[in-house]
């Protein structure tokens, strides 16, 4: 977390240690997360990647809710995957395969680097911040 600290950014804390940082920061741009990733990759190495969203993003994908028709089961999991940018090409779909997990097909056919959580993470994510109100990235 040393990262965002020197970043400029307060109140840092992960939620259930995989890879979810909440902090406040002292503006609302990309400077910031631009400084976290140098950090980051100084740290870890030239391959550290990072994706943010600010708690504003993740209320809208909450209140949008995309499963909200949809009931989670034993056999049945619901995941959102964030990308790290709008992908150039289109997708190719479907992303069944036998073989791979569904996130790196996910990657492979975006052709963008990407991040996958359960949806009851990501709506976990989003009560946690609320209770602070941090930006969340």
């Known amino acids: 977390m040393p990262a965002f600290v020197v970043s400029g950014c307060k109140d840092v804390r ?15 741009n990309a400077a910031p997360f631009r400084r976290i990733l ?12 990072a994706i943010y969203r600010t708690l504003d993003e993740l209320n809208a994908l909450g209140n949008d809710n995309p499963f ?10 619901l995941f ?39 949806w009851s993470t990501v709506t976990k994510i989003v009560e946690f911040a609320r209770m602070s109100r941090p930006v969340l990235r």
Request: with cysteine; proline share 7%.
């Open 38 to 49: 140098k950090e980051l990759r100084e740290l870890a190495g030239d391959k550290a990647k």
């Open 80 to 118: 959102v995957t964030f990308l790290s940018s709008k992908p150039e090409k289109p997708a190719r779909f479907p992303t069944e395969s036998a073989n791979e997990p569904f996130r790196v097909i996910v990657q492979a056919r975006l052709w963008v680097s990407t991040t996958t959580r359960n």
């Open 14 to 28: 992960t939620y259930i240690r995989s890879g979810n940082v909440l902090f406040t920061c002292p503006n609302d």
């Open 68 to 77: 909200k028709k949809i009931s989670e089961t034993s056999s049945k999991k």
